[in-house]
């Protein structure tokens, strides 16, 4: 069984053989990564990744397009052969880990655990900041371990996902949540179910790209997502711009919205013992060891460059002053929605 990931990063070569080494360790085979612009030396690690066999590197150059930076890096790796040749499929981010809860916690083990399943859903887990002020160069999973409560009631954007689905032909297109450009007469055959192992109604496979949060999500499955990082590390992020729309720049909103710390999860920390030694072995490459270092540096040297800026200073005061999220009651977050749709209705009547 074949299992392509696809990728797109910018900046982010301090995380990528972490990151790397804990997907091949969860089952994985093979991994498609698009690198746009980049100044830390990304670009120069993926082609030696592509050099030593561990994946298919592609540049994508601007101009991008209306779809953005993110949906044309896709396309760009919809045309990959190993993509094309992929029993399964999943498009992941950076920031994103998967965590599998079933058999021997692999994405192997999670289809068997669904032999129906033409597509699984997995459901972010949001972790918070947690108050950690400096970026270490130390497996993201390992450094943050506080998420918000489930079910979370608000925001709905923390219940949505990515999805792993066979690759039969039935979506055209690679998506960033979910295979888009379905072929009409192949959608009867579909079969989507969530991460805690419902089958989903017919109309997901054209549908939604969010859970159902007021419902377990993650008793087979969840994608451990960390958004925001080590401050400094989110100053970064905001530097970088937006995957999707990089020109959409990330402020204190973001960052409140997904700063919840309320609850402990340390579920995927054990599936690191397995990812080290694979970790260990790209470390060993002399030119990995050298170009990983060499990103660090320059995480560590630009954020001083950013911090003599007005902008970013003012964002990394902000951070420091900002308490962890407070999460909603259902009462509140229904009451939001309320108010929400009787505006936009509002609105409607009076255009």
């Known amino acids: ?45 993926l082609d030696r990744l592509e050099a030593l066999g561990w994946l298919t590197h592609l540049r994508n150059a601007p101009p ?19 993509v094309q040749q992929a029993d399964w499929l999943i498009a992941l981010d950076i920031d994103e880990f998967v965590n599998v809860h079933v058999g021997d916690r692999t994405l192997p083990a999670l289809i068997t655990a669904l032999p129906e399943a033409t597509a699984i859903t997995l459901t972010w887990r949001n972790f918070g900041n947690a108050g950690v002020m400096s970026y270490e160069d130390a497996p993201v999973p390992l450094q943050f371990t506080r998420a918000g409560p489930r079910p979370l009631h608000w925001p709905w954007r923390a219940a949505m996902f990515k999805t792993l689905y066979r690759n039969d032909r039935t979506y055209r297109n690679l998506g960033v949540h979910r295979p888009r450009n379905p072929v009409e007469d ?14 989903l109604p017919p109309e997901m496979a054209t549908g939604r790209i969010f859970s159902d949060y007021r419902v377990p999500q993650h008793g087979l499955v969840q994608l451990n997502h960390y958004p925001l990082g080590a401050m400094e590390s989110y100053v970064l992020k905001a530097d970088r711009g937006r995957a999707v729309h990089s020109d959409d720049r990330l402020g204190l909103d973001y960052w409140v919205e997904r700063n919840l710390n309320t609850e402990e999860d340390r579920s995927a920390l054990d599936l690191w013992d397995r990812a080290q030694p694979i970790r260990s072995k790209l470390s060993a490459d002399p030119v990995l060891a050298q170009l990983h270092g060499d990103a660090v540096e320059w995480r560590k040297s630009r954020f001083q460059q950013l ?30 929605i309320a108010h929400a749709q009787g505006a936009v209705t509002d609105d409607a009547a009076g255009s």
């Not at 009867?188 to 192992?197: E, L, P, S, T």
């Not at 005061?317 to 909603?328: E, H, N, V």
């Open 307 to 336: 911090l003599t800026q007005d902008a970013f200073r003012d964002l990394f005061g902000r951070l420091l002053m900002t308490p962890p999220s407070c999460p909603l009651s259902s009462d509140a977050a229904n009451a939001l």
């Open 186 to 199: 192949r959608l009867a055959h579909a079969r989507w179910f969530d991460g805690d192992g419902r089958a």
């Open 1 to 45: 069984m074949t299992i392509t990931a696809v990728l797109c990063v910018r900046n982010e070569a301090a995380f990528l053989l972490d990151w790397l080494a804990w997907h091949r360790s969860v089952g994985i085979t093979d991994f498609v990564v698009v690198s746009n612009e980049c100044d830390d030396g990304t670009d120069a690690m």
């Open 64 to 82: 991008y397009g209306n779809g953005g930076i993110q949906f044309s890096g896709l396309k760009l790796a919809g045309k990959a052969e190993a």
